[in-house]
């Protein structure tokens, strides 16, 4: 952690996405991006470290903005966050005929080939996300839980029947990673496929 004169630690918790594009390929939510980066003339307040490598919207992609970050960091996300899956991978309009609803619904219900798109999707998302090279000041807690805004929950973050990772629940592994209990700050859930939580 850096500290300030009186001994105050500081870092940043990180709720990270990884952003792709939808399943025809289009780039939907980098032009997204892209619109707002132009609206806001954001351009400016971006890292130059990134934007002199590529084209800016990319620069809000966590996967390309992250390396740049120097605060001590513990990122948490899922592998196969729901919102991501349901908005940027299958966006409505890329179905019609609402062939995916069930199974964006309940991961569970997907069929052999959906349920080969979404896996296909977390291993992009590892990929993108990388993890970084191991330190003591960057952490991580990536679980496989179909699930978006599960950071806000007490029962999330505490309850030993949600999310664990070698036996640390979220609010383990993120109090050892902030007060340097231990070494390993890398927490990645070995589950190989997306699934409901709750």
Partial sequence: MFAFQF?????????SEHL???????????KMYQNV????????NLPMSCTSKMEPSLCFFPQHVVPNVETPLFIFNSAYDS???????IPSDLDPQHVWDQCKNQINSCTFSQRTIIKDFGVEFMKAFGGGTPSSTR???ITSCHIHQDIIWDKYWFDT??????????????????FDRTGNHQH?????????CY
């Fill in 7 to 15: 001994g105050i630690g500081i870092g940043a918790l990180a709720k």
């Fill in 20 to 30: 792709c594009n939808t399943i025809s390929g289009a780039p939907n939510i980098q």
């Fill in 37 to 44: 980066e132009d609206l806001h003339g954001s351009v400016k």
């Fill in 83 to 89: 919102w991501q899956i349901n908005n940027s991978l």
């Fill in 139 to 141: 952490g991580y807690f």
């Fill in 161 to 178: 029947s949600g999310p664990t990772i070698y036996n640390k629940t979220i609010a383990e592994a993120v109090g050892d990673w902030f």
């Fill in 188 to 196: 990645i859930d070995p589950y190989p496929f997306a699934r409901d």
